[in-house]
């Protein structure tokens, strides 16, 4: 079975901490991708990766950086959360034009 | 840049009843469409993917969509909800590079 792990299903942090949501994927996919997900505004893109070291800014990269240091991997970190930040955060990785999806850590920023 | 439209926030239907979300896509070449299922509090599954081809596409648990391009429709179909298909849809399509552009869901109730 095809796995994208996310390290926590909850998380509860403070203003002005700086925070770590980490993914990994067991299938050897080159991309991957970290979208959040808000009610009524659907998956948006915050960053993504085509491989190792490299990563691109998505739609709404502001606030977030990413690393990406083993093929496997892939972490968001938010510099200094904010209350704005508060979401459901998804990781997702792809090959040959099919997603899969981690189940999603939902971050309260307080 | 493009962009997916699902209209329809929220549907309800009576089990046994027959299902359509609808979805609008903006995409200049012939897009590559997804249909993505969410069940509370988990992360997505894939439904089914429109490629090219046969613009009927069938997908898991019994559920189909229609390609049709001259109206950029990608219609998820289904002809008997069941109550375990309530749930919040997605609709997606590819941009380069494997990166996928929602639509903003579609929350389905089914009512007994």
């Known amino acids: 079975d095809v796995k994208v792990t996310q390290s926590s299903r909850y998380l509860v942090k403070r203003t002005g901490e700086k925070v770590f949501l980490e993914c990994v994927q067991d299938?050897?996919?080159?991309?991957m991708f970290w979208y959040r997900q808000d009610p009524g505004l659907g998956l948006r893109l915050i960053y993504f990766?085509?491989?190792?070291?490299?990563?691109e800014k998505g739609d709404i990269p502001e606030g977030y950086s990413v690393s990406r240091e083993k093929k496997e991997r892939f972490s968001l970190i938010l510099e200094s959360a904010s209350t704005n930040q508060t979401s459901m955060y998804l990781c997702?990785?792809?090959?040959?034009?099919?997603?899969?999806f981690g189940q999603g850590t939902r971050l309260t920023v307080v | 840049a493009q962009s997916v439209t699902q209209p329809d926030i929220h549907i309800t239907v009576s089990e046994g009843a027959s299902l359509e979300l609808r979805c609008n896509y903006s995409?200049?070449?012939?897009?590559?469409l997804f249909w993505y299922v969410q069940s509370p509090g988990q992360g997505l599954q894939l439904l089914l993917k429109?490629?090219?081809?046969?613009?009927l596409v069938q997908g898991i648990k019994g559920f189909e969509a229609e390609f049709k391009r001259s109206q950029s429709s990608f219609n998820l179909r289904k002809p008997s909800v069941h109550w375990s298909d309530a749930a919040e849809y997605f609709c997606?399509?590819?941009?380069?590079?494997?990166?996928?552009?929602f639509g903003a869901g579609t929350i389905l109730r089914v009512k007994s």
């Open positions: 997702a990785s792809s090959s040959s034009g099919e997603a899969f």
């Open positions: 299938m050897d996919h080159e991309n």
């Open positions: 990766s085509y491989d190792v070291k490299m990563k």
């Open positions: 995409y200049g070449a012939t897009p590559y």
């Open positions: 429109y490629f090219s081809g046969d613009t």
């Open positions: 997606a399509v590819e941009e380069y590079g494997n990166k996928l552009v």
